[in-house]
């Protein structure tokens, strides 16, 4: 195919675009399975951006697994917080790519991004607005997905704003070794709190103890009685919940908070394949108690994205916060890396490698 421009003949590339898509919309009450989605190889891109557009198109390299995209695969009759996915099209997630082509004035050929992409090899990018340039290109890119990306903006905006936390506070943290609970546990660990995590193996619990420096972690799947495992590891009650879990966790958690105990609702996975969900019985405790229980939303927290990122590269690089990430190679393993979210299957961030360069 060929374009003129400027007087010249370009030759404008054009490339089969191997892609992931959803078949169908999922019924809310199963767990999603890798025959819900599949690889498409028959498209092709041409890799420049429509001639006045302000569109970006990049090169993916890494995709994210993230457990809210389960929710996405459900056609909802009243409109979600985030828009369904529409079968027969990419699956979107967060991603980093490099930028192939712009018609943008804030992104160049070359430069590294991250932010809303599809799970394809090459994504024209048209809305921007939340779109990221990639300042530090001195760390792992794939952490923009992971530590320095959505997961960790999350963390940080749960914890530091949502959690109120103060130095000696008692900290359990549920999902503890994915993507938010690890770095979760090591700002909690670094504002001198004591910390405990839930995971559901012993080789996380093992990681939690011994690589992410929590004082404390328990399997929960081992675990006959959550309060009593609680209770063993906080004798003296909670003050902060980060839930990542909800279900009969919540129920335990509540059941030990300390007074004035704050409670951050982040996410509820056990809830995510359930059509009816759990009951929560030990809400009385929240007013005896006088607990703050809120919910929160990583993307109304973006204004401070560039505070989080310079505080937590420094962290980073002063040794003081390390991060687990599980890694797929290539789009065809991605349909089971996201269904082993819900299974547990992930130690550490999900994340999907479709190119390194
Ligand atoms: N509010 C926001 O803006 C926001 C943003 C990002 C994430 N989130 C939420 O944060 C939570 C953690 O997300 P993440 O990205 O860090 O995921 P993740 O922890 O890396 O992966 C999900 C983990 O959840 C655990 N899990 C799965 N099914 C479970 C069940 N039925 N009961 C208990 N645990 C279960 C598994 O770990 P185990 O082996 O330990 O069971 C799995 O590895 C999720 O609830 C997510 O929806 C919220």
Same mark, same amino acid.
């Given at each position: 195919?060929?374009?003129?421009?400027?007087?010249?003949?370009?030759?404008?590339?054009?490339?089969?675009?191997?892609?992931?898509?959803?078949?169908?919309?999922?019924?809310?009450?199963?767990?999603?399975?890798?025959?819900?989605?599949?690889?498409?190889?028959?498209?092709?891109?041409?890799?420049?951006?429509?001639?006045?557009?302000?569109?970006?198109?990049?090169?993916?390299?890494?995709?994210?697994?993230?457990?809210?995209?389960?929710?996405?695969?459900?056609?909802?009759?009243?409109?979600?917080?985030?828009?369904?996915?529409?079968?027969?099209?990419?699956?979107?997630?967060?991603?980093?790519?490099?930028?192939?082509?712009?018609?943008?004035?804030?992104?160049?050929?070359?430069?590294?991004?991250?932010?809303?992409?599809?799970?394809?090899?090459?994504?024209?990018?048209?809305?921007?607005?939340?779109?990221?340039?990639?300042?530090?290109?001195?760390?792992?890119?794939?952490?923009?997905?992971?530590?320095?990306?959505?997961?960790?903006?999350?963390?940080?905006?749960?914890?530091?704003?949502?959690?109120?936390?103060?130095?000696?506070?008692?900290?359990?943290?549920?999902?503890?070794?994915?993507?938010?609970?690890?770095?979760?546990?090591?700002?909690?660990?670094?504002?001198?709190?004591?910390?405990?995590?839930?995971?559901?193996?012993?080789?996380?619990?093992?990681?939690?103890?011994?690589?992410?420096?929590?004082?404390?972690?328990?399997?929960?799947? !081992?675990?006959?009685?959550?309060? +009593?495992?609680? =209770?063993?590891?906080?004798? $003296?009650? *909670?003050?902060?919940?980060? /839930? &990542?879990?909800?279900?009969?966790?919540?129920?335990?958690?509540?059941?030990?908070?300390?007074?004035?105990?704050?409670?951050?609702?982040?996410?509820?996975?056990?809830?995510?394949?359930?059509?009816?969900?759990?009951?929560?019985?030990?809400?009385?405790?929240?007013?005896?108690?006088?607990?703050?229980?809120?919910?929160?939303?990583?993307?109304?927290?973006?204004?401070?994205?560039?505070?989080?990122?310079? !505080?937590?590269?420094?962290?980073? +690089?002063?040794? =003081?916060?390390?991060?687990? $990430?599980? *890694?797929?190679?290539?789009? /065809? &393993?991605?349909?089971?890396?996201?269904?082993?979210?819900?299974?547990?299957?992930?130690?550490?961030?999900?994340?999907?490698?479709?190119?390194?360069?």
């Amino acid at each position: 195919m060929s374009g003129r421009e400027g007087g010249m003949v370009m030759e404008e590339e054009v490339m089969v675009n191997r892609k992931v898509v959803l078949k169908h919309h999922l019924p809310p009450d199963r767990m999603p399975k890798e025959s819900d989605m599949e690889l498409v190889a028959t498209d092709t891109v041409r890799l420049r951006v429509p001639s006045g557009s302000t569109a970006v198109l990049v090169k993916n390299l890494y995709l994210s697994c993230d457990p809210y995209m389960r929710s996405r695969m459900t056609k909802h009759d009243e409109p979600s917080y985030v828009p369904d996915f529409v079968p027969g099209t990419p699956i979107s997630s967060h991603g980093v790519g490099k930028v192939l082509d712009s018609g943008h004035p804030d992104f160049k050929v070359g430069d590294y991004v991250w932010g809303m992409t599809g799970w394809e090899e090459y994504s024209l990018i048209t809305s921007t607005e939340h779109l990221i340039k990639i300042n530090h290109t001195d760390v792992p890119l794939s952490y923009y997905i992971g530590i320095l990306g959505m997961p960790g903006l999350t963390a940080y905006a749960g914890f530091y704003e949502i959690c109120s936390p103060k130095k000696g506070e008692y900290v359990f943290i549920s999902a503890a070794s994915g993507a938010v609970g690890q770095l979760v546990g090591q700002f909690a660990k670094l504002m001198g709190c004591y910390v405990v995590g839930s995971a559901g193996s012993d080789e996380k619990v093992n990681l939690l103890k011994n690589k992410l420096g929590f004082h404390e972690a328990f399997n929960y799947k !081992k675990e006959p009685d959550l309060n +009593k495992a609680l =209770k063993r590891c906080f004798p $003296e009650g *909670i003050d902060i919940y980060f /839930e &990542n879990v909800g279900g009969a966790m919540l129920d335990a958690v509540l059941a030990n908070m300390r007074l004035n105990g704050r409670i951050a609702v982040c996410g509820m996975i056990s809830q995510y394949n359930l059509g009816k969900h759990d009951g929560v019985h030990n809400l009385l405790a929240l007013i005896a108690k006088c607990i703050r229980m809120q919910g929160f939303l990583v993307s109304n927290y973006y204004k401070c994205y560039r505070e989080f990122e310079e !505080k937590v590269v420094q962290y980073m +690089k002063e040794g =003081k916060i390390v991060y687990i $990430e599980d *890694i797929a190679e290539g789009l /065809e &393993n991605a349909p089971s890396a996201l269904t082993g979210l819900f299974a547990g299957r992930n130690v550490g961030k999900q994340l999907i490698v479709v190119a390194r360069e």
